[in-house]
């Protein structure tokens, strides 16, 4: 009942006696003046952040909200200016805009694009409006509104 000894295809001898062999590998580099530089329009990038965003939405809702105060605009004929509202926002913008402007790029067979990020403070304040403080924003815009209101008193509270 016993068997003859059979030589595996992995030992410790062959491995100890193993000369290393280093494979290399081309890179191939590829300079930007050889790439396209396609024109691209402020609505081909807006109708691709708005499909980025609605994606998001059902995929990765964390994601979705961190990034919906983003605005994307193009600001030179090769150049994108990114304005984010804050610091935490930019980090979970960051996780995926390579994926976003690199299929971007590929659409728009434009990739000579730079991104430029700006801070964007305008769009950090989020204000809680009241019945009374847009009632307020409406009399600012039309006066008449005032007039309306002591003749018909109506209830802001």
């Excluded at 396609?38 to 995929?59: A, C, G, R």
């Amino acid at each position: 009942m016993s068997r003859p000894a059979s030589k595996g295809g992995l030992s410790i001898s062959s491995f100890m006696n193993q000369t290393e062999t280093v494979k290399k590998e081309e890179v191939v580099v590829t300079k930007n003046e050889d790439l396209p530089k396609n024109h691209f329009t402020e609505t081909d990038l807006q109708s691709e952040w708005n499909l980025l965003l609605k994606q998001l939405q059902n995929k990765n809702v964390f994601v979705f909200n961190a990034i919906k105060g983003f605005k994307l605009k193009k600001k030179d004929e090769n150049i994108i200016e990114v304005l984010f509202p804050s610091d935490s926002a930019k980090t979970e913008f960051d996780k995926i805009s390579g994926e976003f402007f690199n299929h971007f790029k590929t659409k728009v067979h434009n990739f000579s694009i730079e991104i430029e990020y700006k801070r964007d403070f305008e769009n950090l304040k989020v204000e809680v409006l009241t019945k009374k403080k847009i009632y307020e924003k409406f009399i600012e815009k039309n006066p008449l509104l005032k007039d309306l209101d002591d003749l018909m008193r109506f209830d802001l509270t």
